[in-house]
């Protein structure tokens, strides 16, 4: 209800949205970020570029595409990557003073599309809880320390499990172990 | 030196590896996560479902299908992965996860108890128990509280106004539940009760939601043991309370001495004269012989019962009259009673049995307790060709209530109850229990005349009742004599009437 409220009022242009989106999203937009940028200022100024980016680009929102939580998390996520990288590139230039050029080529294009499928391919054959767990480590890129505090467990079992999580996608990609969900 | 360089360059290509998969895991990842993946991670959410859920299951109280083990089992256990995986995150969900811990032990006594024979009252006294209860109440209601005061921390952390009227609302129903349980309402009441039930289930659902959007700002600690390992040791708990909770009362064998003292033996010779019977006779200790000196008559009845599960169970009832008194005013009449039960073979170590000796037997007219000392018995079998004997202790009596019904009817009853314990492997059991009975006023008549209206009158209430368990398995484990006294419906026990009553000898 209060999801579908808040959409509303962004598509409408309101006023109070953006401050709404905040008060209730602003806390699911600072995890994500949290995770991947480590400076208080920087994070506070990302989840402001989510803000505004979701206010821009609400009309691309289609909740029959997708949800709305992980619509806004894409969001947060990638701007937060884009950042890091950016800051990044930034000290390599200072190091190196190089530049390198980040534009793939048509080949990379089309390779990366064929890793991305066999990967989603790879995902959709483990357990949920183990996809879940693995879309925590290196899509949201949370620390282990991080999941295991919220899965209630120790660094070492969550490490463990992603060992075997990896050893099973290892498996699937090089194209073993034909059978059905693990 | 050449192995360990090689480790080490293995090592270092396994990292290399790694560090490769790694990052094209990173690189092949879809520009979206998958939605159900995004839903799934919410901090704080699934700790929230488990202490709401076993906070739910600890409000139902489900007596069949061994739901009321069942429940309350998964609820505690639900309640301490719920409350580890919180106490991080702040101050009051940690002292909530002390809380539950507290919680915990008290449950595994209380389940011990309850899969034992003895009663909370017969472990605790009956002050205690009512202490227990409270405590056990006051800590759920300040483990709610903490409940409150985390989630009110989590809001003001991630900047949300602090929303806490449903857990509020919880506590006050919760709070309400717990006066009523207390007051052991029946009739409408029990009807509000369980309205209030409801409100409370429909709160606790409400609730699932309290963290949904501020439990982002949950922040922590790993914890230092898994969660598995955490319901490991709760499991093993629950297994070793409910094994070694007795199901059965330690009885003292020992092998029966023959009587010896001459003295005996001469009142024996007499008792026998007079028609006491042989078979109960030879069960007797020198004690209970000797506690018959100067019998003036003998009184006896004997009755067999059969009942599908007891098939032949025999009792026969001795009254010595000691003293024939001098009636109103004069000096009292007294009684020497012995009821003598025996077992027909079969398997008896299933838990405990017990012998409901009714005052109404002796004083059927009211007024003063007649049983002048406390009553004492014996049980016996036979053993690889020797007779063992083990005294019954803890004869007591019993001022009990039963109702039948939810809308407040009573019965009163005062009776003697002997409990005690068979072995599987047992042989020729049989018992008996003596007192000695005493009427200052000549009111008691055991005769036939006097008893057969009482028995049209009042069955029911005076009559004597063997308490039989027909299964091993029950919960919570009753013994025969709690069973009875607690009105406690159940099919593991069966209440078999027999009539103590007798004819003189002449």
Known sequence: MREQAVIRKLKEREESSAEELLLHYGPLLRYVIGAILSDERDREECVQDAVLKVWREIGRFDAQKGSWTGWLTTIARNLALNRLRSMAGQESRELTEEETDKTPT????????????????????????????????????????????????????????????????????????????? | MADKRDLFEENSSREARDDAFDALLMDSLPPEADPSVSSSIAPGRQGMLFILISVALGLLTLHFLYLDLILPVISYGLGLLGWHRLKEANGSFRRGWTLQLVRTVLYLFFLFQQMSVWTMEEILTKVGYAAFGWVCTLLLMAQLYFLRQGIREVQRKAGQPEDTKAVNALIAEIAVLCVLGFLDVRGLLALIMIIVLIVCLKNLFKLTGALNEAGYALSGRPARIRPAVLLGIYAVLVLLVCALAPRSYPMQWQERQKVQQSAALAVAADLKAKGFPDEVMQDLTEEDLLSCEGAVSVMKYRSEVSTPDLDGLLLQAVAVVLDEGRGLGGAPRVWRIFYHFSLPDRDHGRGTEALEIPETL???????????????????????????????????????????????????????????????????????????????????????????????????????????????????????????????????????????????EQ
């Open chain 1, 106 to 182: 048509p080949e990379e294009a089309l390779l990366r599309k064929e890793q991305q499928d066999a990967l989603q391919k790879a995902l959709g054959r483990l357990k949920k809880a183990d996809c879940v767990l693995f879309y925590r480590k290196y899509y949201y890129r949370q620390t282990t320390a991080q999941i295991a505090a919220e899965l209630g467990t120790t660094e070492r079992a969550v490490e463990g499990r992603l060992y075997r999580i990896k050893a099973k996608l290892r498996i699937y990609l090089e194209g073993g172990d034909h059978g059905g969900q693990a």
């Open chain 2, 362 to 504: 002796f004083r059927p007219f009211g007024g003063e307790d007649c049983v002048t000392e406390t009553p004492c018995g014996w049980i016996f079998h036979e053993e690889k060709g020797k007779t063992v004997t083990a005294p019954i202790s803890g004869i007591e009596r019993k001022h009990y209530t039963t109702s039948p019904d939810l809308f407040g009817t009573y019965y009163t009853y005062d009776s003697w109850f002997a409990g005690f314990s068979l072995s599987s492997d047992c042989r020729r059991v049989r018992g008996y229990v003596a007192l000695t009975v005493q009427d200052a006023y000549g009111e008691i008549d055991f005769s036939w005349d006097n008893a057969e209206p009482r028995i049209q009158d009042r069955y029911g209430t005076s009559s004597l009742c063997y308490i039989h368990q027909l299964r091993s398995l029950q919960f919570p484990v009753l013994s025969a004599v709690t069973w009875k006294t607690s009105g406690i419906q159940g099919e593991a026990f069966e209440n078999i009437r027999l009539y103590g009553y007798f004819f003189p």
